[in-house]
């Protein structure tokens, strides 16, 4: 589709923005983006299809309903937090990060129950915990006897009481102590006086993207037999153990399965990406990134300008939204390479507007600072993705 020269300002702009937390009310709005439709947006650009945002995060929220299991969306997926927001609206008990400074930007934005997903290590970062457990209900992982030795001695300086949950390595073989010496670490943590044991976590992140459904469902059980076995090993030894977490959004039908696991991390769901949809979960692809057609340099070739500064390609390239026809082979850093699947392809010119589904929509949405919200290719909304680049 050619670009529009114009804005169509005869359509309200929606109040989508009023199911938002106060604070992330279209403050990037301006009277110029008032009635602007997706083919006057400038490019190359982050696009989210609110319907099949809304749509993704209602048929999780259901899912959890039903099982009567806690849903804590892993937030460094979109790492935004208006999206958050709604994730919280539709019922999720809290949400997950993968560093300080993401649990930062959500304790801004208003949200008090935080799981940081990770080992918080080093006394600056650690220092940034107990001031962020001041102000929210922060939850950290921990996996070794120093770190929580460390945790406990900042936590009495700063007189908090931060949750903890010991990390088990049920699998994956990145953190996590090994399952027969998790009982040693809880106990620990447990009589930590200025920690809060509150359980265990794992992360089978090694099976939940597998195509074979077969493989992935056989290898999830295997691994959160190894989380339930352990948190049966801890409760034999007098030590409460309220949240088992565990999962992502590859496998959270199997986790919720299990009587044992109390809550799932997942968090490509509510976007989704290409890669995710190769395992048809039943979710829509949310996420798009708008490009332009910058050249035509032969019948079967299309050149954009999205490339690797836009999008990321190590979970594959991105496919072409709605095109069939076109395939992306190559991405150089300001441009976008296709080409014809069969034939010679007559149709696009420069200036025509494509959107690519992007390989892997986590590390594609930290390359944006914003997210452009857009319903029936109407923007409603635009989105600061307060948690980009926040790697420490």
Not at 54 to 72: D, S
Not at 232 to 248: F, H, K
Not at 343 to 351: A, F, I
Request: aromatic share 4%; with cysteine.
């Amino acid at each position: 589709m050619r670009r529009s020269t114009g804005q169509e300002a005869d359509s309200p702009v929606s109040l989508f923005a009023n199911n938002i937390h106060p604070i992330h009310k279209d403050l990037i709005m301006t009277t110029e983006h008032i009635g602007m439709t997706r083919d006057a947006i400038d490019t190359p650009v982050l696009l989210v299809d609110l319907d099949a945002l809304e749509y993704n995060i209602a048929l999780l929220a259901e899912h959890f309903r039903t099982v009567g299991k806690n849903l804590r969306p892993h937030t460094k997926s979109h790492k935004t937090p208006a999206i958050a927001h709604l994730q919280l609206t539709a019922g999720a008990q809290g949400i997950t990060c993968a560093k300080v400074g993401e649990a930062e930007v959500m304790a801004d934005a208003g949200i008090q129950d935080i799981l940081i997903a990770n080992e918080v290590v080093g006394r600056r970062k650690i220092e940034r915990l107990m001031a962020l457990a001041a102000r929210c209900n922060i939850m950290v992982a921990a996996d070794a006897p120093q770190n929580l030795a460390d945790l406990n001695e900042a936590a009495q300086a700063y007189k908090v009481s931060p949750r903890v949950l010991v990390e088990v390595n049920i699998g994956h073989n990145r953190c996590g102590v090994a399952p027969t010496t998790v009982v040693d670490l809880a106990r620990a943590a447990a009589q930590a006086p200025h920690l809060r044991f509150c359980g265990l976590m794992g992360y089978e992140g090694h099976i939940i993207d597998l195509e074979d459904k077969d493989a992935r469902d056989d290898g999830a059980r295997t691994c959160l037999q190894r989380l339930v076995d352990a948190r049966d090993d801890v409760e034999r030894n007098g030590l409460d153990c309220p949240i088992c977490s565990a999962s992502g959004t590859g496998d959270y039908y199997v986790s919720t399965s299990f009587d044992g696991i109390t809550e799932v991390q997942a968090g490509s769901y509510a976007l989704m990406d290409a890669a995710y949809a190769k395992l048809n979960l039943g979710f829509k692809n949310a996420l798009s990134v708008l490009t332009t057609v910058t050249s035509r340099p032969a019948p079967e070739q299309v050149i954009t300008d999205a490339g690797l500064k836009s999008l990321t390609p190590e979970h594959g390239f991105p496919l072409v939204k709605d095109r069939p026809d076109l395939e992306c082979h190559a991405l150089s850093e300001e441009h976008g390479r296709l080409k014809t699947v069969a034939g010679p392809c007559t149709d696009l010119h420069p200036g025509d507007l494509l959107e690519f589904i992007p390989g892997h929509g986590c590390t594609t949405v930290n390359l944006h600072d914003h997210l452009y919200a857009l319903r029936a290719n109407r923007l409603e909304a635009i989105w600061e993705i307060a948690g980009r680049g926040k790697v420490r």
